[in-house]
């Protein structure tokens, strides 16, 4: 195998995610589900449904956005269905949201769909390689981690 430097590397891998996200999304154009969830709206449905509720706080550091550009993603959510806003009875400046049924039903055939896009593009290599591939990238996770603390 080639030695490539880092700066090479960042070069090829700038060029193969495009071609895997364009795969991960064909006939999903611009849109993640037929209900027209964009991909902050589906980063945001899939925190509600893993934690059970947040504030607009932490959704907003979650994807890094302004709590402004939150409040954006989650009128359109609640527009739709997917959210409601509650207030937080020990602060009353708090505004808690969470998922509704329908919301959590959108949520679960998206993470499904995403699945079964994950299955097809990683059923293409080997076991072994995709054991490596996701070994590299819990790596990287548990760097990014500890960074942060």
Do not use: W
């Amino acid at each position: 195998m080639t030695t490539l430097s880092l700066a090479e590397f960042a070069d090829k891998v700038a060029e193969i995610m495009p071609v895997m996200m364009r795969e991960f999304f064909r006939n999903q154009p611009g849109r993640f589900y037929k209900t027209r969830i964009t991909i902050p709206q589906f980063v945001v449905l899939d925190m509600l449904y893993r934690s059970g509720e947040s504030n607009m706080t932490d959704l907003a550091r979650h994807i890094f956005v302004t709590t402004a550009a939150m409040t954006g993603i989650v009128d359109r959510l609640v527009r739709d269905g997917c959210i409601r806003r509650a207030g937080d009875p020990k602060d009353r400046r708090m505004i808690r949201v969470m998922l509704t049924s329908k919301g959590t039903g959108v949520v679960k055939d998206m993470i499904e769909k995403r699945n079964r896009m994950t299955m097809k593009i990683f059923g293409m290599i080997s076991r072994k390689d995709r054991f490596e591939y996701l070994r590299i990238l819990e790596h990287i996770r548990d760097h990014i981690r500890k960074q942060e603390e």
